[in-house]
């Protein structure tokens, strides 16, 4: 399985991302995809995950009502729309996937994406 994230960059406070997780090299039916991050000097985190195709959403409380995660089917690809971005949202953000059932923790997901950085400035 194989992930490329991209989508990262500068926005001011308050404004919006699209992140996307392309995903390929096997049948994801039974997958769950991951969105974590990292901010400078702190652990990775949860922030979001969703059930392929497209179902059981669950996000973390920090970003609950600001992000959405969701997957296109057709172009084998995880977004992550940030809304009403925060300084303390600025992080490398990772996709990441797992098989059978769900996890939050990021030890439990085998494959990842390279990271892609998100910068908000105040």
């Known amino acids: 399985v194989q992930l490329q994230a991209s989508g990262g960059g500068l926005v001011q406070a308050g404004g919006s991302l699209r992140l996307s997780c392309a995903v390929s090299?096997?049948?994801?039916?039974?997958?769950?995809m991951g969105w974590f991050r990292q901010a400078p000097g702190k652990d990775r985190e949860y922030v979001a995950r969703?059930?392929?195709?497209?179902?059981?959403?669950f996000y973390a409380s920090s970003v609950k009502g600001r992000f959405t995660i969701s997957i296109d089917n057709a172009k084998n690809t995880v977004h992550l729309q940030m809304n009403t971005l925060k300084p303390e949202d600025t992080a490398v953000y990772y996709c990441?996937?797992?098989?059978?059932?769900?996890?939050?923790?990021?030890?439990?997901?085998?494959?990842w994406g390279q990271g892609t950085l998100v910068t908000v400035s105040s």
């Open positions: 990441a996937a797992r098989a059978d059932w769900p996890s939050l923790r990021p030890g439990d997901y085998p494959y």
């Open positions: 969703i059930r392929w195709p497209g179902d059981s959403t």
């Open positions: 090299g096997s049948t994801f039916s039974n997958y769950h």
